[in-house]
């Protein structure tokens, strides 16, 4: 399994990358598998860079928040009215009402909205999403709107997404024994941090800890912050490898 960084920019697109959205791929019976974890604002135009927008085999969004989810609507238009390919219809997982949301936020009418282009698919306690390769799990976490962790597995490695949220007992419980973790560090220790939003690097690095990870990598580090405070707050609490995340960056598991 292959993770590469698309965007890493927390909040809105910074000067050196889009909003949040990450590839990971792995060979599964003669072909290689694509999935996107999040398609935040300014991210579709730079996944070019690394592969072919429209071999995307499903889209995985951990909530919907513009900075993780808007760039959907430009896939809309590229999978609907690409002159050359006819491209299939793909899932697209997200909280309840995505398809509804996505709709609305391009001006759509609800039916047929995008249901042509996407299958919208609720996180449900229906069980492990299954896409070739990679068996998804998710679970809650603690941020104001509905959101989700994922930890994705290919059957050898993997990797966990935290998406945006607080410290929380659900996210270190996830992300138990993973191979990375991909963490959120959008706060600061010493700001004036509203509760049940972000973390700050500490706070990924304590759940990596105490969740026995292989590696760490923060992202969503906001344009107003630098990211070597975040590294610097993270590095007491956690002895394992740890990196910044880096538009382009891939990791192979």
């Known amino acids: 399994m292959r993770l590469t960084v698309v965007g890493w920019s927390g909040s809105y697109p910074g000067p050196e990358s889009p909003c949040s959205c990450y590839l990971v791929e792995a060979d599964h019976e003669g072909r290689t598998w694509r999935i996107l974890l999040d398609l935040g604002s300014g991210a579709l135009g730079a996944l070019h860079r690394y592969v072919d927008p429209l071999t995307i085999d499903a889209v995985l969004l951990s909530h919907l928040h513009p900075d993780h989810c808007f760039d959907i609507s430009g896939y809309y238009v590229m999978r609907k009215y690409h002159p050359v390919v006819r491209a299939p219809r793909i899932p697209v997982y997200g909280p309840r009402g995505t398809g509804k949301r996505m709709a609305k936020a391009y001006g759509l009418p609800e039916k047929p909205g995008m249901n042509e282009e996407f299958d919208f698919r609720g996180y ?130």
């Open 124 to 253: 449900d306690a229906a069980g492990p999403v299954q896409l070739g390769p990679f068996n998804v799990v998710v679970t809650q976490v603690d941020h104001p709107v509905t959101a989700y962790a994922l930890r994705i597995s290919d059957g050898d490695t993997t990797l966990v997404y935290t998406g945006d949220t607080g410290p929380c007992d659900a996210l270190t419980s996830l992300a138990k024994g993973a191979d990375l973790l991909l963490a959120e560090a959008s706060f600061l220790t010493d700001g004036e941090n509203p509760p049940n939003l972000h973390m700050t690097g500490r706070d990924a690095a304590e759940t990596a800890a105490a969740a026995g990870v292989g590696m760490l990598v923060l992202t969503h580090i906001p344009p107003w912050h630098d990211p070597q405070e975040v590294l610097a707050e993270a590095r007491p609490a956690y002895d394992g490898r740890l990196e910044l995340a880096r538009t382009g960056a891939s990791y192979d598991l």
